[in-house]
């Protein structure tokens, strides 16, 4: 999805130094804050951390079927699909309606809340998937909220804006709304 003006954000890209995680301007370096991402997405930076673990596919397919309430099969078929521990953003959409449907609101939750993550904070360059460790952060949802949001989100920004600058590198990937609003 292009969401802005690609020569202004190649121009980010190529003045970001991952050494010192800061753009080189005329002006001087400029950084991505945690006060920035607390500031413009309102995302707790103080909190509880939650542990992102690698996950294996077999693990996958255990927690679509408890959290998401999908067959083992289906689960694994669309793990399979998407090649590890993914799933595409529209077989979450068909999740969502068939669980309204069946009035399963917390299951319609997560769904909700794993399409909402894999299409604006941890966006990838698929731009079609979402990576399944984040539903783990939503077996909870009371404790959901409290989570340091806003420290994952920065993390995963330098990480795009480092794979971006590699040479050869076409896409960033992320919340861009982030990079243009940096101190």
């Not at 294996?56 to 067959?71: F, G, R, S």
Request: charged share 15%; hydrophobic share 40%; with cysteine.
């Amino acid at each position: 999805m292009n969401t802005g003006d690609w020569g202004l954000i190649s121009s980010f890209v190529e003045r970001w130094h991952k050494e010192t995680n800061s753009f080189h301007l005329p002006v001087g370096e400029v950084t991505i804050t945690l006060d920035d991402v607390a500031s413009l997405l309102h995302l707790l930076i103080i909190g509880a951390f939650h542990s992102f673990d690698t996950l294996y596919v077999d693990e996958v397919v255990l927690i679509l079927v408890e959290l998401l309430k999908v067959t083992g099969d289906e689960a694994r078929l669309e793990t399979v699909q998407c090649q590890g521990a993914y799933v595409h953003l529209s077989w979450l959409r068909e999740i969502y309606h068939s669980k309204c449907e069946t009035e399963h609101w917390i299951v319609v939750a997560q769904a909700y809340l794993l399409h909402l993550l894999g299409c604006t904070i941890f966006a990838n360059k698929s731009t079609t998937h979402v990576h399944v460790m984040f539903l783990n952060t939503f077996r909870d949802l009371s404790q959901s909220g409290s989570y340091t949001w806003g420290i994952v989100v920065l993390v995963h920004m330098y990480d795009n804006l480092n794979d971006a600058c590699k040479s050869g590198g076409k896409q960033l990937v992320g919340y861009i709304t982030v990079t243009g609003n940096c101190q």
